[in-house]
């Protein structure tokens, strides 16, 4: 079975899964509306982990929770652009191009910690 919204989430019209293609592992939200429903969350990728992306019907508001999910990364999704639509199918990208292409904003954050 593949990592995708057709054999992870059948019938559902909201869905999103990430499959890092290294590991082998697959992360799906099968009611990609809000309500987080994860499926064999993956080990925390760095932004330039390659990955198959598949989105059908998700607000993305949930695919930026998601990405949170997987990533070393934070996520930012653009307040104005919380409930819209995403339907994508992206293969043996890099998470960041991925989360770009779907709208979201990726930030590495610093490794050193200031302090004042």
Same mark, same amino acid.
């Given at each position: 079975?593949?990592? %995708?919204? +057709?054999?992870?989430? /059948?019938?559902? $019209?909201?869905?999103?899964?990430?499959? $890092?293609?290294? =590991?082998? &592992?697959?992360?799906?939200?099968? *009611?990609? &509306?809000?309500?987080?429903?994860?499926? #064999?969350?993956?080990?925390?990728? *760095? /932004?330039?982990?390659?990955?198959?992306?598949?989105?059908?019907? #998700?607000?993305? +508001? @949930?695919?930026?929770?998601?990405?949170?999910?997987?990533?070393?990364?934070?996520? @930012?999704? /653009? =307040?104005?652009?919380?409930?819209?639509?995403?339907?994508?199918?992206?293969?043996?990208?890099?998470?960041?191009?991925?989360? !770009? !292409?779907?709208?979201?904003?990726?930030?590495? /954050?610093?490794?050193? @910690?200031?302090? %004042?």
């Amino acid at each position: 079975m593949g990592c %995708d919204c +057709a054999s992870k989430c /059948p019938g559902s $019209d909201h869905c999103a899964c990430i499959r $890092d293609i290294k =590991a082998g &592992t697959c992360t799906c939200d099968c *009611n990609a &509306t809000g309500i987080t429903t994860l499926m #064999a969350v993956a080990q925390k990728l *760095n /932004p330039d982990a390659l990955i198959d992306l598949t989105v059908k019907g #998700a607000d993305l +508001a @949930a695919l930026g929770r998601l990405f949170a999910s997987v990533s070393t990364a934070e996520v @930012a999704v /653009p =307040a104005t652009e919380l409930d819209k639509s995403v339907t994508l199918s992206l293969k043996e990208v890099r998470l960041d191009e991925a989360a !770009q !292409q779907a709208g979201l904003i990726l930030r590495v /954050p610093d490794r050193q @910690a200031t302090s %004042d």
